[in-house]
């Protein structure tokens, strides 16, 4: 029974609407990283945390979804900004996809009536799942093309995702989003990059980047 209990507490403030979905609306500054409100309880507190950690970051706008005005993507800000951040189609490589949302949906489906959370339809959920796999992380080939920083990326990149395909950025751009992965990196505890391994992997992936 207390199992149960606690996956259900957990499930509850899983959620709640982090304060980084509706940024307007903070009063507490210390919630703009996604801490626990202050008026949880001590084991509350670590519910919600422990809840929180496997979240996408904050930061992502609807706006900021590739084609904001589409249905898929107002179906995203409609639904998924309900419980956490919205999350960057690109953050899941197709292959991956159908599984996360699933498992979100059969979340959504157990949380009591009594937290207002909307559930998609059928139709919607759809529509939904087309957009985040137009619009998911494109992935390397099977065979990485030589070049210094190749062994850094594979190992570093794989961590949490599928490798990326290192044509779907600028050189330009490449600096900016794996300094954001950086930072997705240090809030998901995994270990720092080491030496000259920032620099090599930039190096590699601008090497190979999509000439704009």
């Given at each position: ?26 009063s507490?500054?210390?919630?703009e990283t ?15 945390a ?10 992502l ?47 959504m ?10 559930v ?5 959920r ?13 992935v ?11 062994e ?30 950086e ?15 920032t620099?090599d ?7 190979l980047?999509?000439r704009?």
């Amino acid at each position: 029974m207390r199992s149960q209990w606690l996956l259900a507490v957990v499930a509850a403030l899983a959620a709640l609407p982090l304060p980084a979905c509706r940024p307007a609306d903070r009063s507490d500054r210390g919630q703009e990283t996604g801490a626990p409100p202050a008026s949880l309880s001590g084991s509350d507190q670590l519910l919600f945390a422990a809840a929180s950690i496997a979240l996408p970051p904050p930061g992502l706008s609807a706006a900021d979804l590739p084609e904001p005005s589409s249905p898929g993507a107002q179906l995203v800000a409609q639904y998924c900004a309900q419980c956490h951040a919205l999350p960057a189609p690109a953050s899941h490589s197709a292959t991956d996809w159908p599984g996360v949302v699933r498992r979100m949906w059969l979340r959504m489906e157990g949380l009591p009536a009594s937290l207002g959370v909307n559930v998609p339809t059928i139709p919607e959920r759809s529509a939904l799942l087309d957009y985040l796999l137009a619009n998911a992380l494109r992935v390397s080939g099977a065979t990485l093309p030589p070049g210094r920083g190749r062994e850094d990326f594979a190992l570093v990149c794989s961590r949490c995702h599928a490798l990326p395909d290192p044509r779907m950025h600028s050189p330009g751009d490449w600096p900016v989003v794996f300094a954001r992965m950086e930072r997705n990196m240090e809030r998901m505890k995994s270990p720092p990059l080491r030496g000259t391994q920032t620099t090599d992997i930039l190096v590699y992936l601008q090497s190979l980047a999509a000439r704009r």
